[in-house]
């Protein structure tokens, strides 16, 4: 069995590294035994990021290998050593990689070399004891935890990046013709659905040099599924040129160049927004008599479309120039009229400084009231706290009595006892509610205690 070696649609799971935790350390020299402070910070997770690799033509090695993390950032030590970042792990895709979230929609459209998109990223690293120090709590005795790096699932769709799209039945040549206007050299048989991947050129007409594409698989139905065209239409939809390619030797029943261009024009159309592009027709092995002359009878019913039309001979290479100067015509006009890019503007628009950080709902148990918690911060310094640590969860709950949620928990009618849940419905941290819960560094006892939760 033969092993395919294009892929234009990859599951890709991603795991960001998570950040390394902050060490809580207490210098001690000769003399000395209590210097202060001195635990590192965390390193960073690392990053996965996607980049645009000229030379990357599939997304084959995502198949096989679907499974890709960054690794993690290093704990951090005494003596104020800071853990090593992790390493970004840069993922090569092909150039016109579109990337979509798990629900369909689309993240990104990675086209050009070298673009970049940062598609799982890593966690923050843990605070360690001598970044929290303060005048008021002057040796903590813990650390922050680091953050865990993002994971998601991602579906990587391939669209050919092309000027000029090759789009007919099987065995039309439209393989054929790619090898005899460029360089390259697509597997070329002799009976139909041979070709299983689009198959792009580099043509030079003149001073122009312009890419072509051959699009496999249409076929009757072929936009409902039908064939390979359903795997395959989408590489259309960047082409500026459509080049209906048709086989006018075919012996088929019921086939015949006309009702090939229609039943291709149908699977176009029902694919959408391929109306407005130019359309040339390259009437192909006239080479075979009774070819050219079914082509010349079908030619001046074809130019009543405004089409151009030529006769073309992929095996003699018959009408090869004239069509692509006629493709590098329409070429030009397609990129004269397209768009300047717009240069790339920064805008930066900082949050209003009054912003609360958090919402607070509400819902009904059987046990009661239940008060849910939800905001970056919040979930963050939860993620953070060792919670083996009482020291750690004072901490927690003097940040928290600080933004606000001591507050907001007894204005929307909260009482003791009742439970509030920080965090989303599968990752939460639940606890019951003390009103007013003194809060404040100088009421801490021995390092990594708390008096304020012993016997709770």
Same mark, same amino acid.
């Given at each position: ?11 890709? +799971?991603?795991?960001?590294? &998570? ?21 590192? #910070?965390?390193?960073?997770?690392? &990053? ?20 890709? +993390? ?9 003596? #104020?050593?800071?853990? !090593? ?6 993922? $090569? ?5 579109? =990337? ?30 001598? %970044? ?14 680091? @953050?865990?790096?993002?994971? *998601? ?7 050919? /990046? ?52 051959? =699009? ?17 239409? *989408? ?8 080049? +209906? ?41 006239? &080479?075979?008599?009774? %070819?050219?002359?079914?082509? @010349? ?12 039309? +030529? ?17 590098? !015509? ?21 949050? %209003? /400084? ?24 919040? @979930?963050?310094?939860? *993620? ?26 007894? @204005?929307?009618? %909260? ?8 965090? $989303? ?20 006892? $021995? ?10």
């Amino acid at each position: 069995m033969a092993i395919p070696t294009f892929v234009d649609r990859a599951v890709l +799971h991603v795991a960001a590294g &998570d950040g390394g935790a902050g060490c809580a350390s207490v210098r001690r020299e000769k003399f000395k035994p209590l210097g202060g402070p001195d635990g590192g #910070n965390g390193g960073r997770g690392g &990053d996965v990021v996607l980049v645009v690799d000229p030379s990357t033509t599939t997304l084959l090695d995502y198949q096989r290998r679907p499974h890709r +993390h960054a690794s993690s950032g290093r704990p951090g030590q005494g003596d #104020n050593r800071h853990g !090593s970042d992790g390493e970004d792990v840069a993922l $090569p895709v092909p150039d016109g990689t579109v =990337v979509k979230a798990s629900d369909g929609s689309v993240l990104v459209d990675l086209v050009g070399a070298g673009t970049r998109f940062v598609v799982a990223q890593g966690g923050r690293g843990g605070l360690g004891n001598a %970044a929290l120090a303060s005048p008021r709590r002057k040796a903590p005795g813990f650390a922050l935890l680091g @953050e865990p790096g993002e994971r *998601r699932d991602v579906l990587l769709e391939l669209k050919s /990046v092309a000027d000029v799209a090759l789009v007919g039945f099987p065995s039309a040549g439209k393989s054929s013709l790619v090898a005899a206007m460029s360089a390259a050299r697509p597997k070329i048989a002799d009976y139909p659905f041979t070709t299983l991947v689009p198959n792009l050129g580099v043509v030079e007409a003149g001073d122009v040099r312009f890419t072509v594409a051959d =699009v496999p698989g249409l076929i009757e139905g072929a936009s409902e599924g039908r064939g390979l065209g359903h795997e395959f239409l *989408r590489h259309v939809e960047r082409c500026s040129v459509l080049v +209906h390619v048709v086989d006018c030797a075919t012996a088929e029943p019921g086939r015949d160049p006309l009702t090939d261009i229609e039943v291709i024009e149908a699977e176009l159309a029902a694919y959408g927004g391929l109306d407005a592009r130019p359309r040339l027709v390259a009437l192909n092995k006239v &080479d075979v008599p009774e %070819a050219r002359d079914l082509a @010349e009878l079908v030619r001046s019913d074809l130019a009543q479309r405004d089409w151009p039309v +030529h006769l073309v001979s992929a095996a003699t290479g018959e009408g090869l120039r004239a069509l692509s100067f006629a493709m590098a !015509s329409v070429v030009l006009q397609a990129r004269a009229a397209a768009p300047a890019a717009a240069p790339t503007r920064l805008v930066l628009r900082p949050k %209003a /400084v009054d912003e609360a950080g958090f919402t607070l709902t509400s819902e009904r148990t059987a046990q009661g009231t239940r008060y849910r918690v939800r905001g970056t911060r919040p @979930e963050r310094w939860v *993620r953070q706290t060792d919670f083996a640590n009482d020291e750690a969860v004072g901490y927690l709950a003097d940040r928290l009595n600080r933004l606000g949620v001591e507050t907001a928990l007894h @204005e929307a009618g %909260a009482r003791a006892g009742d439970e509030v849940v920080i965090g $989303p419905e599968d990752d939460a941290v639940v606890f019951d509610w003390e009103p007013y819960l003194d809060t404040g560094a100088e009421r801490l006892g $021995p390092r990594g205690s708390d008096p304020r939760l012993e016997g709770r």
